[in-house]
């Protein structure tokens, strides 16, 4: 049996970690050198990334490069899939409750309707140009897509066993004669070590999200309901899984926030699965989402 090589850094506001076959651990270097490209270009806690320039032209038409152009269609996209609420354009709301670029973690404003706009950002197909109207934050699916380029780039390498944790957001490939990656399901309910379940992982990616880690002044969190531009306590925690990252972590941010009766609504009409927990202890578990060991 292959041994397996481990390896952990610090990106994206998270731990990440790569196991693989120890054969085609020379990939690791890449493979954390694709996430750090991508924080250094879309975090919005880096003054230099192309994302905080961009933040810095509100109202001018500016000219992106593909990726950026991609990103903001798919951003639209999963809008409407999601009734409004995965949403790039709340930024000003997190920096507004405290988590700001310094991480300052101090609330400047709670008045739950100064930041809404109808109009968000407007795109220009034909010469790849964008408007902000208000300021974005890719880090509702940041995770998600440094998951998606980080296994692209493995696949093509013809590596055939390997897991990416970015952070709790998870993809794994298992080879054939290989064991099954086994992963912990935390329980929200709980800041480290409980777990409320394990399942087995092969060709798929799972995302969480939940407040518990990142939780200040007692219910303040990251998890904004861009309907009201305050958190969203009605759910404790959320596990979504589906084929590509981007989408997967998209749908964990977009439903937790939606509540827990409509974030089930908006699941079953986007054909989603997942495992949805509210914070009064009721549980919602999909058809097709894997069996909890």
Request: hydrophobic content about 35%; aromatic content about 10%.
């Amino acid at each position: 049996m292959e041994k397996i090589e481990k390896q952990t850094k610090e990106l994206l506001g998270s731990v990440i970690s790569i196991e693989i076959e120890d054969e085609h651990a020379n990939r690791i270097d890449k493979c954390f050198e694709i996430i750090s490209n991508l924080e250094e270009k879309y975090s919005r806690f880096k003054p230099s990334s192309t994302l905080s320039k961009l933040n810095e032209q509100i109202g001018n038409w500016q000219k992106v490069d593909e990726q950026t152009f991609e990103l903001l269609i798919r951003a639209n996209e999963l809008y409407e899939d999601t009734d409004g609420y995965f949403d790039i354009t709340i930024k000003e709301i997190l920096d507004s409750l405290g988590y700001d670029k310094d991480y300052s973690f101090k609330v400047k404003s709670n008045e739950s309707g100064i930041h809404k706009q109808l109009q968000r950002y407007e795109i220009d197909p034909i010469t790849n140009e964008i408007k902000l109207l208000k300021q974005i934050d890719f880090g509702g699916f940041g995770k998600g897509l440094a998951l998606d380029l980080v296994s692209n780039f493995l696949d093509e390498n013809n590596v055939s066993h390997y897991l990416i944790n970015a952070g709790g957001d998870i993809y794994a490939k298992r080879s054939k004669g290989m064991p099954a990656w086994k992963i912990l399901l935390e329980n929200p309910f709980e800041k480290d070590g409980n777990y409320i379940g394990i399942i087995e992982i092969d060709d798929f990616f799972i995302a969480g999200s939940g407040p518990n880690k990142r939780k200040w002044a007692d219910s303040i969190h990251h998890l904004i309901n861009p309907k009201t531009n305050l958190p969203q306590n009605e759910n404790a925690g959320i596990f979504v899984i589906g084929q590509e990252g981007l989408v997967t972590d998209a749908f964990s941010t977009g439903l937790f926030v939606a509540g827990f009766e409509k974030g089930i609504e908006l699941a079953n009409k986007n054909g989603i699965d997942l495992f949805l927990i509210s914070s009064d202890g009721k549980n919602y578990k999909s058809n097709n989402f894997p069996t909890l060991l």
